[in-house]
T-cell receptor, first 109, second 115 residues
């Protein structure tokens, strides 16, 4: 079983729509959780950390469910610039970051 | 600005030659850096953990004699792909982890093409 699994998508949504997707992780001792954004042929960049209580950053909302071992990302009022691959990143105790394969989101005009 | 700098950003080399990729942390000391490889439409796969002043630890299936890692200082790790073959063509990315804010910073990546 992979350490981190994501729905690869693609999620093809119109501008203004809401899109949400999850990521499951296998190591229950994982300590930190992040969503990174990766544009084509570029390095991943931190989008937001995911806290136990859930957190929101503008149009983006992240949730963590430790009992079911998944995190989620919701994007409201999608913009064309939100088109990217979103990587779920989980940090186990040894700090070896585990990446999901990424969820591709395409926002169309 | 970038906090982790990776060089070169792209390289084309002939089969059988060696290629060195550098990864520098610019404004913090990184005792640990990570090297990843990403094939098209696949996730980032951890290749090895680079430890300053000691040997790197390699993930299962990664040949340590082919992918030489040197972490001679707290701000520099290098990955050398030795005797490169076309199947080594990939996107290589380094990462340095800053424990105080639990954030990982990535280099810009190196696109290696072996012809």
């Amino acid at each position: 079983r992979k350490e981190v699994e994501q729905d690869p998508g693609p999620f093809n949504v119109p501008e203004g729509a809401t899109v949400a997707f999850n990521c499951t992780y296998s190591n229950s001792a994982s300590q930190s959780f992040f969503w990174y954004r990766q544009d084509c042929r570029k390095e991943p960049k931190l989008l937001m950390s995911v806290y136990s209580s859930g957190n929101e950053d503008g149009r983006f909302t992240a949730q963590l469910n430790r009992a079911s071992q998944y995190i989620s990302l919701l994007i409201r009022d999608s913009k064309l610039s939100d088109s990217a691959t979103y990587l779920c990143v989980v940090t186990p105790p040894d700090y070896k970051l585990s990446f999901g394969a990424g969820t591709t989101v395409t926002v169309r005009a | 600005g970038a906090v982790v700098s990776q060089h070169p950003s792209w390289v084309i080399c002939k089969s059988g030659t060696s290629v060195k990729i550098e990864c520098r942390s610019l404004d913090f000391q990184a005792t640990t850096m990570f090297w990843y490889r990403q094939f098209p439409k696949q996730s980032l796969m951890l290749m090895a953990t680079s430890n300053e002043g000691s040997k790197a630890t390699y993930e299962q299936g990664v040949e340590k004699d082919k992918f030489l890692i040197n972490h001679a200082s707290l701000t520099l790790s290098t990955l050398t792909v030795t005797s490169a073959h076309p199947e080594d063509s990939s996107f290589y990315i380094c990462s340095a982890y800053r424990p105080e804010n639990t954030e990982a910073f990535f280099g810009q990546g190196t696109r290696l093409t072996v012809v």
